[in-house]
């Protein structure tokens, strides 16, 4: 390829992976599908092509259906232990970000909503939340009609409503004291001081390190108090599975405050929180080694020299 094409194509790789990200909820597969559209815009009759950034993104949303649909894929998260990738804020993955919409359609819990739709309603919801695309667009990326593109996005918006809960965005600051405060209680062992913190309907999921065959599903503040005070509590077998003493700092992951466990330098594992009213309604912990790639190599970049907040 000559250098413009390369340049046209460069410019909107960073659009593309977020893309794939949201429809995949893997950062590494993200990267696989726009790696692919790039040898597919190699290999194409550029002259032909009159608008690029609309035909890349056909090729990319189809090369995501295509994985969606595998049987691979459909195996693995049939088996009821997936979540998604996560990763750091500011990761360019998880652009654009300009309103609530897009912000929620990346975070931890609607990607984690998703699974539950078909290949083809999650592109339309991705493609209109995310990226304001306009039904006849959606129609032509997808080779559908402009009503069941209507249809689609309708669709997965009522089954990502009745099951999300009503969310209004949190400051920064206020979350980060709230998570700090379960940090030390956690860390310390006081399980009614975690009992407070928690809503009434609170609940949690953890892929158990990927040594768990299916997620690890709590619900209620007593049963998720006393899971975390178990999993923060230090141990010696704890320092020796870990192989180290883990350093708790805190981040942000797709949009939500976190606590990040560091240990010999590289990120183990993730708990990512929602806060609603004052109080966390939700954790996600993800500590999988596979999951965690592309977030730790941004920490390594970006975060490694940070004061942890508690140390084992």
Known sequence: MDRTAVDRFEA???????????????????????????????????????VPEAWLTKVVTNLCLDQLRSARVRHERAAGAWLPEPLLDGDPMLGPAATFEQRESVSLAVLTLMERLAPVERAAYVLREAFSYSHGEIAEILDITEAASQQHVHRARHRIAAERRARTEVDPAAARRIVEAFLAAAVSGRTDRLVAMLTADATAVSDGAGLARRLLRMQGPHKIASLVRAGFRPTPAKRQ???GSPAFHLGRVN?????LAVVAGRVAGVVAFEIRDGRIAALHGIAAAARLTHLDDAWQRHGADAAPLHTW
């Open 241 to 243: 599975l870990a192989g």
């Open 255 to 259: 949009g939500a405050p976190a606590v």
């Open 12 to 50: 909107g790789r960073a659009r593309l992976a977020s893309l794939a990200y949201r429809l995949l909820g893997s950062a590494a597969d993200a990267e696989d599908a726009v790696q692919d559209a790039y040898l597919r815009w190699q290999a194409a009759d550029r002259d032909l092509i009159q």
